[in-house]
C-alpha cells in the first residue's frame, strides 16, 4: 500500500489534444483479456488507398497491416523503415470486422470495449496535429479516442492503447452487420502522420447482452456512510461501528466476507492496481516487463516503490499499466473480488504517474507515465468493475479527482487533511452524495507524526483539515501509525 489499432484507426487522421493514452505491447501473445473474453484483430478493408505513401514509401495499406502484426521486436521497436505516411489530405477510414474474431462470435450488442493500439511518430504541436476516430453508428458520427497534441514534437511513442471515453457504450460503434470504422484525421499544418502498427482489441460479454449482467443494480456509497479500514487482519470483528469494512482481497476468505455481509455490511476489496507486490498469490502472472525494463537489474530498479524492498521480506515495483498483460491480471482480480462476494474494490496505487520523477530514466525503455495514460487505466478499472456489477473508489489520484468523479461510486483518500487536499472531494464527490473515506496517520510510513487531537472542523477532537466541511462531509479514521487495521485506531471523526 503507498500512502500518499489494429492500426489506431487506420484512417485515423488527426491526433486531438488531450488523448487518452495507456502503453501496450501490441503483439498478439499479449492481448488483452476482458469479460469474458477480448481479441486483438487487422483491419479487414480500406476505404481509400490514395495519399499514403509519402516520403518514398511504397505498399499502401498492405505495409501497415504486415507491419502491425510483425512490428513487436519487443515493446518498444521501432519499425521506422516500414512506416506507413498519412498526408494531410487523408480523409480513408479502415474497417474492422467481428467476423475477423476467432476466440468467439459476439453480437454487436455483446461488444463491452474497443480499443486501438497503435506505435507511431509524429508532429505533437498545435499547428500540425493529429487524432484518431472511432465512428459511432447509432448517430452516424466520429467520436475522437485521442489526439497526438503535447506528446512531442517528432518523439517516436513506442505503444499507445486508445480507448473510448467512459461515457461512450461501445455497442454504438458497431454496425448491425459486424463492421467498425477507424479513422486517422490530420489537423493543421503539413507534416504526414506515421504509423508503424494499428490494430483494434475488441472486448465482449456473451453473456451479458453487452452490459455484463443485466439484472445488475451497483451498490450505493451516499455522503455520511461509515467505514472501517483494515488490510492486514484476515478476520475482524462483525460488531465495528461502520457500514463498510474495506479489507484485502486477498487475505479475507469468501466465508469471512459473507459473514460481514450477514452481519449488514458492504465489503470493499482492496488491491493494487498500479504496483506489483512480489508476495501475492498471482505474481506469476505478471510478465517481468511490466514492472522491471528488459536487461535492468530488477532488486536496483528505477521503478522500485520507494523504499519498500526489504531484505527479508517483500518488495514492490511500479508497473508499467499501459501494457495489456496488466489490464488481463487487473480483470482477473476483480473476477476474483466478484467471485468471493465483494460488493465493490479498492484499487490502489492509481496515480503513478505523477511520481515520474521516481519511475521514469533516461532509457527510452522506462516508463514516463503521463496524466492522459492515468485517466485512461483508471477509467477502466472503473468500466471493468461496473461490469462485473461492482462498485469501485477512487483511491487518492487527488490532482484527477475532478476528471475522474464521474466514473467513480465513492472515494478512499490518504492524508488529504494533513496535506489540506480534501476540497475537491467535497465538490466532486460530497456534492454528488458519494461517500468520502479518509484515513489520516498520528505516524505515517515515514515516521513523520502529526497532532492529531485538536481542530476546528467535524469534530471536538479530530482531524479537521480545510474549513467548509459538515459533519458526515468525510468520515476519517486517525490511526496511531501507518498499519491500517481496526485495532491501530487512535480515534474516528464521525
Known sequence: MLNRSAWLLPCLALLLPGCMSLEADDAPESQQQALPGSEVIDFASASTLANTDAS???????????????????????????????SPSYTGYLTFKLSSLT?????????????????YQGPGTATSYYQWQLYRFSTSSWVTLANSQGRGDWVWTP??????????????????TGDIRARLVKGAGTDAAQ??????????????????????????????????????????????????YVVDLFNTTPTKIQEYKNAGKKVVCYFSAGTYEDWRDDVNQFPQDTYCTPGENC????????????????????????????????????????????DAVEPDNVDGYSHDDEINC?????????????????????????????????????????????AFDFAINEQCQKYNECGVYKTAFTNNNKAVFNAEYRKDSGGVTTGWTSCTGTGATCACGESGFAQGDLRTLVFTTASVRYDNLQFTCW
Open 56 to 86: 518514398g514509401k511504397s505498399g499502401g495499406m498492405a505495409v501497415l497491416k504486415t507491419n502491425s502484426a510483425n512490428c513487436t521486436v519487443g515493446a518498444y521497436a521501432d519499425c521506422y523503415a516500414q512506416y506507413i505516411e498519412f
Open 103 to 119: 476466440q468467439a462470435a459476439p453480437t454487436p450488442a455483446q461488444i463491452t470495449q474497443l480499443q486501438l493500439l497503435t506505435k
Open 159 to 176: 505503444a499507445l492503447t486508445l480507448g473510448l471515453p467512459a461515457t461512450e457504450a461501445a455497442s454504438n460503434f458497431v454496425s448491425s
Open 195 to 244: 504509423l508503424d502498427s494499428l490494430r483494434l482489441q475488441v472486448s465482449w460479454d456473451v453473456g451479458g447482452g453487452g452490459g455484463g449482467d443485466p439484472t445488475c443494480t451497483l451498490p450505493v456509497f451516499p455522503r455520511g456512510t461509515t467505514w472501517m479500514w483494515d488490510l492486514e487482519h484476515a478476520s475482524i470483528p462483525t460488531n465495528l461501528n461502520a457500514q463498510v
Open 299 to 342: 532488486a536496483q530498479s528505477v521503478h522500485i516503490l520507494g523504499d519498500w524492498c526489504t531484505s527479508g521480506g517483500g518488495c514492490e515495483w511500479w508497473l508499467d499499466h499501459r501494457k495489456p498483460a496488466v489490464r488481463t491480471v487487473m480483470t482477473s482480480r476483480m473476477q476474483l473480488a466478484k467471485d468471493k462476494g465483494c
Open 362 to 406: 533516461t532509457d527510452q525503455a522506462c516508463w514516463g507515465l503521463t496524466a492522459a495514460n492515468q485517466l485512461d487505466y483508471n477509467r477502466w478499472l472503473a468500466t471493468t468493475a461496473h461490469s462485473l456489477c461492482l462498485g469501485i473508489a477512487l483511491k487518492n489520484d487527488v490532482d484527477q479527482v475532478a476528471s475522474l468523479a464521474d
